[in-house]
Nanobody, 123 residues
Framework: QVQLVESGGGLVQAGGSLRLSCVAS????????GGWFRQAPGKEREFVAA????????YYSGSVKGRFTISRDNARNTVYLQMDNLKPDDTAVYYC????????????????WGQGTQVTVSS
């Protein structure tokens, strides 16, 4: 049974930084894509960033490119999301996910999801 556990969310002022972590267990992840999505109140869940577990190729949404960095530690089965220069519009619950499908930007590409971690950015 694959499990994903996120941590690192919190309250930060605009311009600040946070680093989210997602530890995966219960499976073999060498062929997976790891992704981060977020969902603000009243809005749909949206793609933030993704990384191919093998090779490490990364993808970002336009709204976070240049401010967020996704990375992974294969030995620890962990995916990170470094978030810099945070803005109030980044406020949301952030979810990590893993999946096989190539459509990394879609929630349907992911088979397993974490419980989410709240990120709140004050102005």
């Amino acid at each position: 049974q694959v499990q994903l556990v996120e941590s690192g969310g919190g309250l930060v002022q605009a311009g600040g930084s946070l680093r989210l972590s997602c530890v995966a267990s219960g499976g073999t992840f060498s062929a997976y894509t790891g992704g981060w999505f977020r969902q603000a109140p009243g809005k749909e869940r949206e793609f933030v960033a993704a990384i191919r577990w093998s090779g490490g190729h990364t993808y970002y949404s336009g709204s976070v490119k240049g401010r967020f960095t996704i990375s992974r530690d294969n030995a620890r089965n962990t995916v990170y999301l470094q978030m810099d220069n945070l803005k109030p519009d980044d406020t949301a619950v952030y979810y990590c996910a893993v999946g096989y499908a190539p459509t990394y930007y879609s929630t349907t590409a992911y088979d397993y999801w974490g419980q989410g971690t709240q990120v709140t950015v004050s102005s």
